[in-house]
């Protein structure tokens, strides 16, 4: 990144210590993720170093964490469907269950040849979404695997690329705004043909004659609070508890530059700046995200 100046020594030197000590055991898809739909669409390759899904004209393909998640930071590096992906949807997610979930939403939504890919972003807190943020990226992320992550801890939940953070999502319970950090959450990836709404709203529809459609995934590394049976692997009491920085990690001035970046240049919608949608006045947390 050329203007890596911005990012603190520290946290780079963090970064380091965390990839070497995590990469040696944490990436392999196997032991993390089990496959849930589309039958031989879903592979895991390279000894667990690699998943990829894929979808044609009969079905999509998913998969889901076989554990559940209270807390962390997560990162995945994907590559999306490269070519002509109008029409298809690569949903990367945590999510619990029941009617009051929660949820923390990565879609990226195809495009011709040459077009821009969009992120579509999205938070639900007990059952309730309607908080869509959506970007371009500022490269082409279906010619090398990039990551995306997730920051979940109970001060903030930090959307971020590469490294550099896209959204933000604080805790304001405080006035009155429930924020997630009760139900724990399972990760899920799943590629679909949603071509009646995601390519320039469905108006470019999925070229069948292009399948199948492929999106791979690698290096994923979960600093993340395990639960099992009730019980947190970053009880106070557990061994693990000491090396959670990210925890009680909160938004600092070089975030907060980063963000305004993204925002300015990359961002193309935003529920909290839109006024028709929500007549009635804009959704709480607006006016101090
Ligand atoms: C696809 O490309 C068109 C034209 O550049 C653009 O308007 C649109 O936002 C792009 N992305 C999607 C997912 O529609």
Redesign the pocket.
């Known amino acids: 990144m050329a203007s890596s100046s911005l990012i603190s020594m520290k946290t780079l030197l963090v970064l380091l210590l965390a990839s070497s000590l995590m990469g040696t055991f944490a990436s392999n898809f196997y032991q993390n993720f089990e496959l849930t739909f589309g039958d031989g669409r879903a592979k895991i390759q390279n000894n667990g170093e690699l998943l990829t899904l894929s979808l044609d004209k009969y079905s999509g393909s998913g998969f889901k964490s076989y554990n559940e998640y209270l807390f962390g930071k997560i990162d995945m590096d994907l590559k999306l469907v490269p070519g002509n992906s109008a029409g298809t949807v690569t949903a990367y997610y945590l999510s619990s269950l029941g009617p009051t979930w929660d949820e923390i939403d990565f879609e990226f939504?195809?495009?011709i040849s040459g077009?821009?890919?969009?992120l579509h972003t999205n938070i639900f807190t007990q059952g309730k979404g309607n908080r869509e943020q959506q970007f371009y990226l500022w490269f082409d992320p279906t010619k090398a695997f990039h990551t995306y992550s997730v920051l979940w801890n109970p001060l903030q939940i930090v959307f971020s690329v590469d490294g550099i953070p896209i959204r933000t999502f604080k805790n304001q319970e405080s006035i009155g705004i429930p924020f997630p950090k009760n139900q724990p959450m399972r990760i899920y990836s799943s590629l679909w043909n949603a071509d009646d709404w995601?390519?320039?709203g469905g108006l470019v529809k999925t070229n069948w004659s292009d399948a199948p459609f492929t999106a791979s995934y690698r290096n994923f590394i979960a600093n993340a609070c395990v639960v099992s049976s009730g019980t947190s692997s970053c009880a106070s009491n557990s061994p693990s508890s000491l090396s959670n920085a990210w925890l009680t990690q909160d938004f600092d001035s070089s975030n907060r530059r980063w963000l305004r970046w993204v925002q300015k240049y990359f961002m193309i919608y935003n529920y909290c700046t839109d006024l028709k949608r929500f007549p009635q006045g804009l959704p709480p947390e607006c006016s101090r995200a």
């Open positions: 939504l195809g495009n077009q821009p890919y969009i995601a390519t320039r």
